[in-house]
């Protein structure tokens, strides 16, 4: 029988194309419209500049902008009023740009701008982002006993219901409360504490870190004048650590209740194969000198007439050899 895993992998390859192809089409049809609006007041800025400074050339505006937009790009105002606060690299600003580094968000704002800081990066990276994720996975499965694994077994005792349902319930319960904790509470808190951020600004900031996206639109801290700026940014790391832990989490109760891993084993090719190959180099080993009996009738295996020499061991109840 040919198998149909190559036909599911090509399936599932069109599908991710056509979701690709569906996303540019919205995004483009959503944003073309405002990036356009956004132009034309620009080129309206521009001509309303010039005509109110007609002593000053459009050459040197041009370059005069263009170098002040590069070192924009590398995280450093070009505002003369700016506070000791809104240094990008003190300790704090530091301290949360490797949190989000390791975490994988990256804001991408600052980024490191000398050579000896690219290549600290890299290394630095190589080994944090390993570490911080078996740090996360571990902390999500360790939870995902003491929060799913525990009270299932507990309720399941204690009440009349199948544990199918129980389990799907409990499911529905703690994804609930974990987005409200870490995703409805929070983006009030950053509505609050972020002056120019809605709530719903907020709520995408959520989501666009945790899901580790990490577009660098909206970045917490960022505003001048803001109260105890670092203590806020570390609160924000903390944020972020124990929020991705939840994430971790959720994916590893809703992948042991959906068994993804079996539907993911439809794409891979001669998957079933090695499962059934490595089964077998699993099994215990039996004794070859005796017939093979499955373990489930092994409680029926002194009833298996055994063709056996006298010298030979004997697994029945009688020895061969007194006969």
């Known amino acids: 029988m040919v198998s149909r895993r190559p036909l599911y992998c090509l399936l599932l390859l069109v599908s991710y194309m056509l979701y690709l192809v569906l996303g540019a089409f919205v ?7 405002h990036e356009l609006q956004l132009r034309e007041k620009v080129e309206e800025l521009w001509a309303d500049f010039l005509h109110s400074h007609p002593c000053l050339s459009e050459e040197l505006l041009d370059d005069f902008l263009r170098k ?16 000791g606060f809104e240094v990008k690299w ?9 949190g989000t580094t390791l975490t994988t968000i990256g804001y991408g704002h600052p980024f490191p701008i000398s050579l ?18 078996s740090l996360l996975s571990i902390a999500a499965q360790n939870l995902v006993v003491l929060l799913h694994d525990k009270p299932i077994h507990v ?30 509470i929070p983006a009030f808190a950053f509505n609050l504490i972020e ?7 907020a709520l995408y900031f959520c989501f666009i870190s945790l899901s580790t996206i990490g577009l660098g639109d909206y970045i917490p801290g960022e505003q001048s004048g803001q109260r105890m700026p670092a203590l806020y940014k570390i609160l924000v790391i903390g944020y ?3 929020g991705l832990t939840a994430v ?8 042991s209740r959906l068994h993804l891993n079996r539907f993911f084993n439809l794409f891979l090719l001669e998957c079933e194969d090695h499962r059934r190959a490595e089964e077998i180099d699993r099994a215990p080993p039996f004794d070859s000198e005796g017939p093979f009996v499955p373990k489930h009738e092994e409680t029926t295996r002194r009833r298996v007439p055994h063709s056996v020499s006298p010298t030979e061991k004997s697994y029945g109840s009688i020895n061969p050899s007194f006969s």
């Open 27 to 33: 995004f483009s049809t959503l944003e073309e419209p």
């Open 155 to 184: 309720l399941h005792m204690q009440c009349n219901i199948s544990r199918n349902k129980l389990e799907w319930i409990h499911v529905a319960v703690l994804v609930s409360l974990l987005s409200l904790l870490f995703f409805f």
């Open 248 to 255: 971790f989490l959720v994916v590893e109760v809703l992948k």
């Open 90 to 98: 003190d300790f704090v600003s530091s301290l949360f740009f490797s």
């Open 68 to 83: 002040a937009l590069l070192i924009k790009t590398f995280g450093v105002s070009v505002l003369r009023n700016i506070s």
């Open 116 to 133: 000896s800081g690219k290549v600290f990066c890299l290394l630095y990276s190589i080994i944090g982002i390993p570490f911080t994720l």
């Open 195 to 201: 002056g120019n951020w809605g709530y719903v600004d």
């Open 240 to 242: 972020l650590l124990f």
